[in-house]
């Protein structure tokens, strides 16, 4: 499931700026070296993601996600997991509230719009489970309980609330990458929602990127296909079959590597 998480924060992450690769993130894992903060934060997205199924769905859990995802250098500054005690405004850099493209609720209004939300995520609500989850988005994003850092924990929200609600069995819907390819009608279509409250623009956006990106994987047939191709070159042979007669394929040289060398350790280590 790995890769379908990093392919996640790494479009979460790119929406908000940064510019790490999947290659980038590949070489720190294997290198231990200390990730530069771009790399940082696809990592602790990562990290929040394989957290987020802890608790239910909540201000304890939405905290716990945002010290997370704003563990890295850039965010130790902005009070990470802590909901905003000051106002805070969208703008374009150096503007003023005057001037700021948004304005969200001053930090007062916080704990009940936060109680209200709360009570939103967790009620069978007369709508269907995609329209109550776009909704739930654009409230959050709306509110903006931190001083900074709020779209990834808002995306991530988006595909936590489809496995809270069984309609996942993980996280696997990678949605941020639709988002990132259009990310200015994204903002556009939230940016309606809290100025003039038409919800529709970006209802609309997220229902067909649910529909896109639960279309992008590979179908039955064509993992067949590819199965028998990597069977015929000597990459993979059939192994025993499955409780239900299914195939399995095994790739013998690469395990046998792997346990060889893993043997060899062992026996260092008794010696």
Do not use: K
């Amino acid at each position: 499931m790995r890769p379908y998480l990093l392919r996640e924060a790494l479009s979460s992450t790119r929406i908000e700026g940064t510019r790490a690769t999947m290659a980038e993130v590949f070489e720190v894992d294997a290198s231990g070296e200390t990730p530069n903060p771009d790399v940082e934060e696809v990592v602790a997205y990562i990290d929040a993601l394989e957290w987020v199924d802890s608790l239910p769905l909540g201000t304890r859990l939405m905290r716990g996600m945002h010290r997370r995802l704003m563990a890295g250098v850039r965010g130790r500054g902005h009070t990470p997991g802590e909901l905003r005690a000051t106002q805070n405004w969208i703008g374009a850099p150096g503007s003023a509230i005057e001037t700021a493209n948004f304005v969200p609720p001053p930090p007062q209004e916080l704990p009940a719009l936060l109680t209200d939300w709360e009570r939103f995520a967790n009620e069978d609500a007369e709508m269907p489970l995609l329209i109550q989850n776009a909704l739930l988005h654009s409230q959050f994003e709306t509110i903006h309980p931190f001083l900074d850092g709020n779209g990834r924990p808002g995306r991530l929200l988006l595909v936590f609330f489809m496995v809270s609600r069984h309609r996942l069995p993980a996280p696997l819907l990678y949605l941020s990458a639709y988002l990132e390819r259009d990310r200015q009608r994204y903002y556009d279509a939230l940016q309606s929602v809290q100025e003039i409250g038409d919800v529709m623009p970006w209802i609309e956006m997220f229902l067909t990127a649910v529909e896109t990106q639960a279309s992008d994987g590979v179908s039955r047939p064509t993992a067949v296909r590819l199965l028998r191709q990597l069977e015929e070159r000597g990459v993979l042979s059939e192994g025993r079959s499955g409780l239900r007669g299914q195939r399995r394929y095994v790739a013998r040289e690469l395990m046998a590597t792997v346990a060889g060398e893993w043997e060899g350790r062992a026996g260092g280590r008794v010696a």
